[in-house]
């Protein structure tokens, strides 16, 4: 048995391969019977595929709920939880429509007036110093929350703009081949010589060629008579 | 890198600039004369106690101001959640009406290029057959 410097690729390649075709061309080539071993599906192939047994298994359903991954638990939904879950007060008023900038704003204030006061109480009073950390701390976790809590909006405004912008690109590429469409027609009526009497007079075509190419076929062959011409050339 | 991500990065480096020079001022402090002890000599010339606390007060309002107009730069917000998903969900149907208009287009050019292709043919064969005719001199 021949040793190889690579592993073996997984078994599952062989869900993805056409097991019965192949065995028939094997038989029908007359291929050694090394071979048409090769190329015989594995015997468990019409249990995992049912009655389509050439075919790959359905990939499984999406997980729903929680899941452990290693060792640990995890959330299929995404949802910011509340400053209260978390064990925090909530320094900026609770409801839907919160004025993100007017809050940061004062929070930032909020924030240099603490560092102040820390800076006062290590002067003086040293042995205060947890209470004065431990409020800067919350005005910190609160300005992240409100950041936080700002970027479903931003992904909804990422996606407004992208859909505006794919629709502006399509509605310029749909004039863009309307234009040219027009301008084919234009020509190919230009290269006709029987239509440039009738220039004026909408076609009809009896199978609603739009642009009635075949009706004119039989005119612009005879128009092309002696267009070619070597003397006309030289 | 967009605003949000902006306002969080100074966010931190203000937490940074505070828990450092809250540091920074601890270490170099000179010691405190407590009621009837000899004064405490001098601290030594090389560290500027004064200049530094002035220095690190510049930062952290420089830091300050900066995420003031960070907020500022936001985007003002115009209506609410469902204001927004109301407005993707028309876009969403405007895009999949034109982009069906677009297809259409799309077979009808298509079937007038194949047609154009015949008739170009047409026109080759016409020259490839058609007999040369030399004038004998």
């Not at chain 2, 043919?121 to 004998?136: G, S, T, W």
Request: aromatic residues 6%.
């Amino acid at each position: 048995m021949a040793a190889s410097a690579y592993p073996p690729p997984p078994p599952f390649y062989r869900l993805y391969k056409h097991f019965k075709s192949d065995e028939e061309e094997g038989e029908e080539d007359g291929r050694s019977d090394e071979d048409a071993d090769k190329t015989k599906g594995p015997d468990s192939a019409g249990e995992i595929g049912g009655e389509d047994w050439d075919l790959p298994p359905q990939p499984p359903p999406p997980i729903t709920g929680a899941y452990v991954m290693y060792g640990q638990t995890y959330g299929t939904e995404d949802v910011l939880p509340t400053l209260e879950e978390q064990g925090l007060r909530q320094l900026y008023p609770k409801g839907v429509n919160v004025d993100f900038k007017k809050e940061l704003k004062a929070l930032n204030r909020e924030l240099l007036f603490n560092f102040l006061e820390l800076a006062d109480v290590l002067v003086d009073r040293p042995s205060q110093y947890a209470r004065r950390i431990e409020d800067i701390g919350l005005i910190f976790r609160n300005i992240h929350h409100l950041l936080n809590g700002l970027r479903p909006h931003q992904a909804r405004t990422t996606l407004i703009h992208i859909l505006e912008v794919q629709l502006k690109r399509r509605k310029e590429a749909l004039a863009e081949i309307r234009r040219r469409r027009e301008e084919a027609k234009a020509l190919l009526r230009g290269a006709d010589p029987s239509s440039k009497e009738e220039d004026e007079k909408p076609k009809e075509s009896k199978d609603g060629d739009p642009l009635d190419i075949k009706g004119d076929l039989m005119e612009l062959d005879q128009g092309l008579e002696g267009a070619f011409d070597l003397p006309k050339l030289m | 890198m967009d605003v949000v991500s902006q306002l969080q990065d100074q966010a931190n480096h203000m937490a940074s600039l505070f828990f450092n020079y809250v540091g920074a001022l601890q270490r170099d402090a000179p010691p405190v004369r407590l009621g009837d002890e000899p004064p405490p000599p001098p601290p030594p010339p090389e560290v500027d106690v004064k200049g530094q606390g002035k220095m690190m007060a510049t930062a952290v309002v420089q830091a300050a101001k900066t995420f003031d107009a960070l907020v500022g730069a936001l985007p003002v917000t115009a209506g609410g959640e469902e204001e927004q998903l109301k407005r993707i969900a028309e876009l969403q149907a405007e895009n999949e009406a034109v982009a069906n208009e677009l297809q259409s287009e799309l077979s009808a050019m298509e079937a007038e290029l194949a047609q154009v292709r015949e008739v170009f043919h047409l026109v080759v064969d016409h020259c490839l057959r058609k007999p040369k005719v030399v004038n004998a001199k």
